[in-house]
Nanobody, 126 residues
Framework: QVQLLESGGTSAQPGGSLRLSCAAP?????????SGWFRQAPGKEREGVAA????????YYAESSKGRFTVSLDNGRTTLLLQLNSLKPEDTAMYYC??????????????????WGQGTQVTVSS
């Protein structure tokens, strides 16, 4: 069982930036893995934010993320990153990372992922 752990969530002002990280002890994201970031605001469903396919580093973004967020894997594939720029109050949510060794479905579907983290809170307010 892989226990992913997110970090980096905190409070930020509108227009600010944050970087979220996701890793697990002694775990390397698979060479052909699909790894993603999701978020869930109070009273709303969990939604896909961004994802990356390790096989060729193809990235995927929700419309609300494009141009502001950047998803990446470090060179050793030990840490999944999400750079959040130009933050807006509507970005406030619990952010979760997830991964699966193979691509089994669309990047934005929760069912495409096997392992999940516990979440890190991002709050954007002035």
């Amino acid at each position: 069982q892989v226990q992913l752990l997110e970090s980096g969530g905190t409070s930020a002002q509108p227009g600010g930036s944050l970087r979220l990280s996701c890793a697990a002890p002694e775990y390397t994201f698979g060479r052909y893995s699909l790894s993603g970031w999701f978020r869930q605001a109070p009273g709303k469903e969990r939604e896909g934010v961004a994802a990356i396919y390790a096989g060729n580093n193809t990235t995927y973004y929700a419309e609300s993320s494009k141009g502001r967020f950047t998803v990446s894997l470090d060179n050793g594939r030990t840490t999944l990153l999400l750079q959040l720029n130009s933050l807006k109050p509507e970005d406030t949510a619990m952010y979760y990372c997830a991964t699966n060794e193979r691509v089994l479905g669309p990047w934005y579907e929760l069912s495409s992922y096997k392992y999940w983290g516990q979440g890190t809170q991002v709050t954007v307010s002035s």
